[in-house]
């Protein structure tokens, strides 16, 4: 599939409508007739009316802990007789790339070996299928297809290489040939005098065949090539969070003061292929409006033939360039060129901008918190705190002199400025936190803007295993702040990133914790919202009162709150227990029947050096509480749901049994171990506190401080 394919693609060029969402019925009806046309298609626009169905039960019915085995007996039946209609299969290939793409086709609750099984069953399926039945299939993209042969345990693939011929052999025919190796680059950055890049080889070939390495040649010289280390890429979690593909990611540092010309070959089994480029949104290059060339000061970046170029040049050569760009445009989008020619004579004052974030509906996170603090310093840079919130709801945070360097986001400020930053400071990573342009408007006035480097404060310990969302070719972060010596294990080990793009310098509003403050006689119970509890309805959280009450979630948690012998132990030793749902969970509150005084709903701020024991589940939040040494309680009610992957992801990095924290999965045992914390003082163990104090790099109230001198240095 070419680029414009799987633009098209992505673009919805079909829809699929898995099966699941049907009744055991209806589907034997729907597949019945299908197998009596023998014909299937594809679709460009669908509309469905489903009626007197919550948009959270619709979420919940997909999910393999309620529908595997059905699924799985479904399918059985359908290819019971030998080989199914060629209509079915590819019914069960759509359906089963549709369940992989939504993360609803494991049920990964089950234990190791019976999940082994489970694949395998399902894969049995795929042997029944022509190869050319799969490798045929419209609107679906040649990794996933590959994906699949490679699953099937019939037939044999391998990999030949010839000079300029690279190809996947499907019992001894080709079905896939190459003579060039794909790189997908996502990031090109240039400092003083260095070109930082973050880039990916991608090729199917790649499942079927050893690693590859890659090599550069440098200035011309083709005699004495460089190898470039390869890792591999969060991108083998191709468009869904199952490992599809290999593919291999290399982070490279180029000094351009010595090294003016270079270009890359990707070696396969001892054969020397060429490379051939696609540039992501964020990448001054640009496939789309074929801009291949960026000015900064009296030198010239260029990309030509496959080739990195660096070259002297001047204003009038830029100028003339920039507004030969700018003549596309003229009569179709004025507005974009009224604003690339403000940045460029914007540029000329060469003015040190930087900008700060949290994220809408956020208020007092770690960007306001870095922008206070730096605010105030003398060193000729000019700071805004970018307001993602109302102006009304949080004027009282800023002084009269800060106010003044608050601008709305989106605004024409805004992107004026957001083109003219040396630093882009955010407590959130995703793009429509901080860019305010849409990727088809930035590519527009990039190659005239000044290349930011963006700092990720984070918002909390990273502590969740999802390399697909959070790795360093997945995002256009430079440098990331970590409190936790894990973070920087997994960082490194998984995520792709550098040791010199990790500043550890802790969290901001680590600051503002004071580890030596006695704590009350109080608990805090703040488990993290379940994204099978709610749904999503125009872009606004929708959530049905009966089936929450009917989870394991709640029966749970309600029994917990209201359990006889938890509230006789804390009227006891004379504790206070206070509930905190999760902002998006809130509107539930007024379910849990809280009679006893000793167990109440929790004020929306809360100071948590207050609270002597801490109970959560996978929130990040429990690292404020390590941070402090609290007493921790895991309390999973509904363990097997987050196990099968219900919620945002499915494991974590720190283990929650023998970890930092006890560990409970139903009410009584929750109760049993909070009453042992209360009858020892609401203290953790010695083991515990110890791990606690081993997982921050620091303990003290300088994060901030160490954070801004990172900045003004350029380290």
């Known amino acids: 599939m070419d680029r414009k394919q799987e633009k098209e693609q992505g673009n919805a060029s079909h829809v699929v409508m898995s099966l699941s969402l049907l009744s055991a019925q209806d589907r034997q009806e729907f597949l019945e007739w299908v197998e009596k046309k023998n014909s299937s298609g594809q679709v460009c626009h669908v509309h469905v009316v489903r009626e007197e169905t919550d948009a959270a039960e619709l979420r919940t019915e997909m999910y393999p802990y309620y529908f595997f085995e059905g699924n799985l007996s479904f399918w059985q039946m359908m290819f019971r007789s030998g080989k199914a209609p060629l209509s079915v299969q590819k019914v069960f290939l759509y359906d089963y790339l549709w369940k992989l793409e939504n993360s609803v086709l494991w049920p990964y ?237 914007e540029r000329k004052n060469k003015r040190r901008i930087w900008l700060y974030y949290d994220c809408k509906g956020v208020y007092k996170d770690n960007g306001y918190l870095q922008f206070v603090h730096d605010f105030g310093q003398e060193d000729g840079v000019e700071k805004y705190y970018v307001l993602n919130n109302e102006w009304n709801t949080c004027q009282e945070l800023f002084t009269e002199e800060q106010s003044s360097y608050v601008i709305p986001f989106g605004s024409d400020q805004h992107k004026v400025l957001y083109c003219l930053a040396e630093q882009i400071i955010t407590a959130y990573i995703e793009k429509n936190n901080y860019q305010p342009f849409t990727d088809q408007e930035y590519s527009q006035v990039m190659d005239v803007s000044v290349m930011s480097s963006i700092t990720y404060l984070q918002h909390g310990v990273y502590h969740a295993v999802i390399p697909w969302k959070y790795s360093l070719d997945r995002l256009q972060v430079d440098r990331k702040v970590i409190s936790a010596r894990m973070e920087h294990k997994q960082d490194v080990d998984t995520h792709c990133f550098t040791e010199e793009q990790e500043l550890m310098a802790g969290m901001p509003r680590y600051d503002f914790m004071d580890t030596r403050k006695k704590p009350g006689r109080k608990i805090l119970y703040a488990p993290s919202w379940r994204k099978y509890l709610v749904g999503r309805k125009d872009q606004e959280w929708v959530t049905r009162e009966d089936f929450f009450l009917a989870s394991k979630f709640y029966q749970e948690t309600s029994k917990f709150l209201q359990d006889p012998a938890l509230l006789a132990c804390l009227r006891e030793h004379g504790y206070t227990l206070e509930f905190k749902l999760h902002p998006i969970l809130m509107r539930y509150a007024g379910l849990y029947q809280l009679e006893d005084q000793v167990v109440r709903i929790a004020d929306p701020e809360v100071r948590e050096e207050e609270y002597a024991i801490f109970i959560t589940d996978f929130s990040s939040y429990v690292f404020d509480f390590a941070y402090l040494g609290r007493a921790i309680l895991y309390f999973f009610p509904d363990a097997e749901e987050i196990r099968s992957g219900m919620s945002d992801y499915r494991e974590c990095v720190l283990p929650f049994q023998g970890g930092i924290g006890e560990y409970a999965d139903q009410a009584q045992d929750a109760v049993h171990c909070i009453c042992q914390m209360v009858r020892r003082g609401g203290k953790p163990g010695w083991m515990r506190r110890r791990r606690m104090k081993k997982l921050f790099y620091h303990r003290d109230d300088h994060a901030r401080e160490r954070i801004y001198q990172s900045l003004i240095n350029g380290i």
């Open 109 to 345: 609750h089950y234990a190791s070996d019976r999940l082994q099984a489970a694949k395998e069953q399902m894969h049995a399926f795929l042997n029944e299928i022509e190869d050319a039945t799969i490798l045929e299939l419209p609107g679906v993209e040649s990794f996933h297809r590959f994906y699949l042969i490679q699953q099937k345990t019939t037939g044999q693939t391998q990999v030949e290489a010839m000079p300029g011929n690279l190809q996947i052999l499907r019992n001894g025919s080709p079905v896939y040939q190459a003579q060039k190796i794909e790189v997908v680059l996502t990031k090109f950055k240039i400092t003083k005098q260095r070109i930082r890049l973050v880039a990916y080889l991608k090729s199917p070939i790649f499942n079927f065949c050893e690693a590859p390495t890659l090599w550069m040649e440098q200035n011309g010289d083709s005699d004495h090539l460089v190898q470039i280390p390869l890792m591999d890429s969060s991108w083998n979690y191709y468009h869904c969070k199952e490992q599809t593909n290999h593919f291999y990611t290399f982070v490279l540092t180029v000094d351009s003061k010595k090294i003016k010309q270079f270009h890359f070959y990707v070696k396969c089994r001892e054969i020397l292929f060429d490379t051939y480029f696609y540039f992501m949104p964020e990448v001054v290059f640009n496939n789309q409006i074929k801009c291949y060339r960026y000015y900064q000061g009296k030198r010239v970046f260029r990309f030509d033939h496959n080739t990195f170029l660096v070259e002297k040049a001047n204003a009038k050569q830029a100028v003339n360039y920039q507004t030969g760009i700018e003549k596309q445009w003229e009569s179709d989008h004025p507005e974009i060129i009224a604003l690339r020619q403000q940045i460029r004579q």
